[in-house]
């Protein structure tokens, strides 16, 4: 099997793109380090059934699922 991307030059690999593998990932790179993050998930974070997305449209209050 051949590798699509080639080969992959990194100071730093974070396993994992839930919050704290993006924040342990973007630290480095305050400093000047390459990082990559690798995750198996195609969304990190699946949605809860029966709860609304964080991204999805807040109403005027400012709370998800809040009606306008």
């Known amino acids: 099997m051949t590798d ?3 080969e992959i030059d990194a ?3 974070v396993v994992g793109a839930g919050p704290t593998g993006l924040m342990l990932a973007f630290e480095p790179t305050l400093a000047g ?4 993050v690798v995750e198996k998930a ?3 974070n699946p949605p809860v059934p029966g709860r609304q997305h964080p991204t999805a449209h ?3 209050a400012g709370h998800a699922g809040s009606a306008r």
């Open 4 to 6: 699509p991307y080639g």
């Open 11 to 13: 100071d730093v690999l």
């Open 33 to 36: 380090a390459r990082a990559i």
């Open 42 to 44: 195609e969304h990190p």
């Open 58 to 60: 807040r109403g005027s």
